[in-house]
Structure formats: structure tokens, C-alpha cells
T-cell receptor, first 115, second 111 residues
Framework: DAGVIQSPRHEVTEMGQEVTLRCKPISGHDYLFWYRQTMMRGLELLIYFNNNVPIDDSGMPEDRFSAKMPNASFSTLKIQPSEPRDSAVYFC?????????????FGSGTQLSVL | QQQVKQSPQSLIVQKGGISIINCAYENTAFDYFPWYQQFPGKGPALLIAIRPDVSEKKEGRFTISFNKSAKQFSLHIMDSQPGDSATYFCAASESFQKLVFGTGTRLLVSP
């Protein structure tokens, strides 16, 4: 398996623009997580899905952030409008409930810079 | 509110030495405590994990020590190697589903 695939790897945009981050989880995994990583706050859970249904979005910073999972193989995280403080690395991770060690598999992340 | 507090923020250890990273938590309902390792430009990857029914778990050079009464757990890396240089995150979860991470420790093992 290719692992969790995220795109783009890098995104540079201007304040006020819409940004869409994409994630393809590992086939067969029924949980998908979006995390944001910054130096100050470390890894923060934004939202997670189980069987394509959002379970907990309490970590989503504000209404500018939205996430969808239209099917088992694809999820998006959208920021509209983007702001400089959104600059961070965004990770997608997936896992299968009951997998040995309950291991999260992370993608390589999207480095977002909002100018 | 930081649910898992991690220290130190950075650590420099000589090759062959012992690296120790500490974490503390407040939520007594946490029942799963993993450590993740992250190399630059990569996502975190599971290194080792423990459940509160044991006080220690060892895998190769990596050991987790767990103190339930103190609500603390730590990662020990024995015989540290330059290849261990990475950022290490402790984490905790309740009923698995919501994994909360510490702020990370940047480890540098000098040759």
C-alpha cells in the first residue's frame, strides 16, 4: 500500500484566498483524522471521521475551516478565507479500529504558507 | 488547554548516552499512551505504546516507563544513536478514538 497520500505537499497563498487540502487514506481504514502542527502548539486534532461521518470537530478553529469525506477514499480540508495565522503543516492520518497497537498512519503533510 | 504536557522541548545527547523524555497528563480516563517519532519532512510514526495496566514496556533500545499514581510516563532511549535524532511526541487517548499529543521534543544525538 502507498500509505496515506496528501496533496499538495506545499501550498503558498495570499490572505483571503481559499485553500483546499486533500487526503487519500489507506484502503480499508475506517478512521480518518486531520491534524495541524505548529511550533507553538504542536500537533492539534482538528476533526476526525469514522466511516465517512464526522465524529468530533471540536478542534476546528473557526467557521473558516471545513472538512468533508464524501467517500472512504477521499477527504478534504478547506480554509476560506485563509489568514496568515493558518500557516502550519497539516497532516492527515488514518487507522483501522482494532488494528494491532491502534496505530495511526500519517501522511507526509501539507506545508501551508499564507502570506 | 494542554492535556498532555511534555518536557524538555529540546534535548542534546551524546552518542551512546541515554535520552529521557517526560510527559504528564491530568485526565485519569486516558487508557492508551503511545510515543511517535517524526523525522523532518515526514509525518509522525508510531514508535512504542503502553497501556496503564503495566509499568514498563521495552522494545529494543526504547522503553516506556509508566507511573499511574503520578500520572506520568516517559520514554527512554538507550545507547542513543545519531539516527535517533528526530522529534518525539508523547500522546494519550481515552477509548482510542481521540489521540491528544504533547508539544514534542526535538532530540539531537551528537556523533
Amino acid at each position: 500500500d502507498a500509505g496515506v497520500i496528501q496533496s499538495p505537499r506545499h501550498e503558498v497563498t495570499e490572505m483571503g484566498q481559499e485553500v483546499t487540502l486533500r487526503c487519500k487514506p489507506i484502503s480499508g481504514h475506517d478512521y480518518l483524522f486531520w491534524y495541524r502542527q505548529t511550533m507553538m502548539r504542536g500537533l492539534e486534532l482538528l476533526i476526525y471521521f469514522n466511516n465517512n461521518v464526522p465524529i468530533d470537530d471540536s478542534g476546528m478553529p473557526e467557521d473558516r475551516f471545513s472538512a468533508k469525506m464524501p467517500n472512504a477514499s477521499f477527504s478534504t480540508l478547506k480554509i476560506q478565507p485563509s489568514e496568515p495565522r493558518d500557516s502550519a503543516v497539516y497532516f492527515c492520518a488514518s487507522t483501522q479500529r482494532g488494528a494491532p497497537g491502534e496505530k495511526l498512519f500519517f501522511g507526509s503533510g501539507t506545508q501551508l504558507s499564507v502570506l | 488547554q494542554q492535556q498532555v504536557k511534555q518536557s524538555p522541548q529540546s534535548l542534546i545527547v551524546q552518542k551512546g548516552g541515554i535520552s529521557i523524555i517526560n510527559c504528564a497528563y491530568e485526565n485519569t480516563a486516558f487508557d492508551y499512551f503511545p510515543w511517535y517519532q517524526q523525522f523532518p519532512g515526514k509525518g509522525p510514526a508510531l514508535l512504542i505504546a503502553i497501556r496503564p495496566d503495566v509499568s514498563e514496556k521495552k522494545e529494543g533500545r526504547f522503553t516506556i516507563s509508566f507511573n499511574k499514581s503520578a500520572k506520568q510516563f516517559s520514554l527512554h532511549i538507550m545507547d542513543s544513536q545519531p539516527g535517533d535524532s528526530a522529534t518525539y511526541f508523547c500522546a494519550a487517548s481515552e477509548s482510542f478514538q481521540k489521540l491528544v499529543f504533547g508539544t514534542g521534543t526535538r532530540l539531537l544525538v551528537s556523533p
